[in-house]
DNA sequence: TAATGTGAAGCCTTTCACAGCA
DNA sequence: TGCTGTGAAAGGCTTCACATTA
């Protein structure tokens, strides 16, 4: 393996072959080819094995891989092998949506505290937690908690993300379209619904009906 | 303008660029070049310039671009000229969030329906629209839809992809990461928000601490 | 034999530099 | 002069082909 600089296309993969092994490996099974697994997740076989590469040699040639030893591996290279904390900030529907969404845990992640401004909604028990103040924020590094995920509205957005980059987060996942400066410390990946759907239309056929002229298009 | 493959990844920032100047104008303002418009966004000028270039010529040399007619434009582009209605299956908390969500209106989408086979949540209104059964799928196409939104938990996943499918949509925005085969005909898009999360301590920078020797990484 | 790991080719996207227009 | 539109260069990612290894 000699040096390369890793495509962050690689890295947003890595989580699809993680999950998938771990279905895999529930399933009793032992061991994949590189072709199997691609066949089962919908890639190519060779670009698996060309993204492993960029981090080692995992696999047994004229066997494949270990599941259990791949699983150990790309868990180490993702630095999913503590469990690791995060915080969310805004408790409304989106917020409650992700408190809820299952399966953070298999991959070795935590929702470890859930903030909100509403008075009403702070002391309310979602799951195994309890919505906080936000002006509990600083507290966020002596209790572990690393990461930030933003589900507050646009206008909150900037002043959320600023408190918890002060907090000294390290990475923020944001359901906010609006925050707009960021900080070069802290690692932001953002998710706007909105504009994953409205794209959607440019990759439709044309009608099949014969457009009538004047119709827009 | 020569003919050129036009790349997915321009369209993806078509609706970055259509939401600033649809800001743009509220404000009142008239026009904007490309470099400040690539300043509030946070893109470079001659990306916004390239981006628009593989579908014509909308400025003016020295006085860039007139922002009405680049909103018109972009909206022709992205096929967003026509009110676009999609249905949402799956009214769980991720359902209700995606629902309640403001924003797809202003890029011209409406979710124009809901549909949950749980017959404790059928007939229940939200905002405008009352839950239906998912025998109603085959409807859709009467009513204008042609546009699916699925919220459902996993093992429902491909199923209702299924179903949409067969009920003759022409784009598809998954929360849900557990449908593997799709259809040619349907393009679909899918998020995944633990996946996203998943890949944030990757980015974190290594512990401050000296890395002992023999420690991986 | 069966499957990995990887250099190199090919393709796609971004960036650059500048001709040309208002 | 200021800014657009675009060919060409540079860069990055994917795909391929195959040497290599168990």
Redesign the interface.
Known sequence: MKYHKIPDEA??R???Y??GLLTLSEQGRKNISSRDLAD???FSHWQIRKDLSYFGSFGTPGRGYDIEKLIRQIR?????NVV?K?ALVGV???G???L??P??RA?G?EIAAAFDNDPAKIGRKIGDITVEDVSRFRALKQRGI??G?ITVPCAAAQQTFDALAGAGV????SFS?CQ?TGSEKV?V?T?D?????????????ANRKRPKSGE??
Chains 1, 2 share one sequence.
């Open positions: 890295i947003r890595l989580p699809f993680f999950r089962l997740l919908g180490r290279i993702l630095k999913l690791r995060a409304g529907n989106l409650l949506a992700v809820r969404y399966g953070f991959y992640f690393d990461f995920i390290k990475g923020i996942l379209p707009k690692k990946i998710i619904i909105a504009m994953d759907l409205v794209r959607l239309p440019y990759y439709t056929p827009q298009y």
